[in-house]
């Protein structure tokens, strides 16, 4: 984690106006380990948003509910494979359809 404050750090001081995203990625088999990482996280950088991945296999990733309704945070991309074509924008509807299916 010091190692992102100071990789923020740098940023800010060589780059003050540049627009940045930090994005938390969270692996779909993550259980409720996963909120705790993302509060700790939270605490090195600002986060913006979260992705999702590894959601190609059985993996639910419903941690992924609790950590953005608890840090207030939007789910940008799911990753549902390897490739980077595999990297898709987040979609609520299909997600809650997976997750009861």
């Known amino acids: 984690m010091e190692e992102l404050k100071k990789i923020k ?50 993996a639910k990733g419903a941690i992924i509910i609790a950590i953005a309704k608890e840090m207030k945070l939007p789910v940008k991309l799911v990753g549902v494979g390897e490739k980077m074509e595999d990297l898709k924008a987040f979609n609520p509807d299909d997600f809650i359809e997976a997750l009861f299916s």
Do not use: H, M, W, Y
């Not at 780059?15 to 994005?23: D, N, T």
């Not at 986060?47 to 991945?53: D, E, F, G, K, N």
């Open 9 to 58: 750090t740098v940023i800010d001081k060589q780059a003050p106006e540049a627009l940045r995203e930090s994005i938390l990625v969270i692996d779909a088999n993550t259980g409720q380990n996963g909120l705790q990482q993302a509060k700790v996280f939270s605490e090195s950088v600002n986060l913006t948003c979260v992705a999702l991945t590894k959601l190609d296999g059985s």
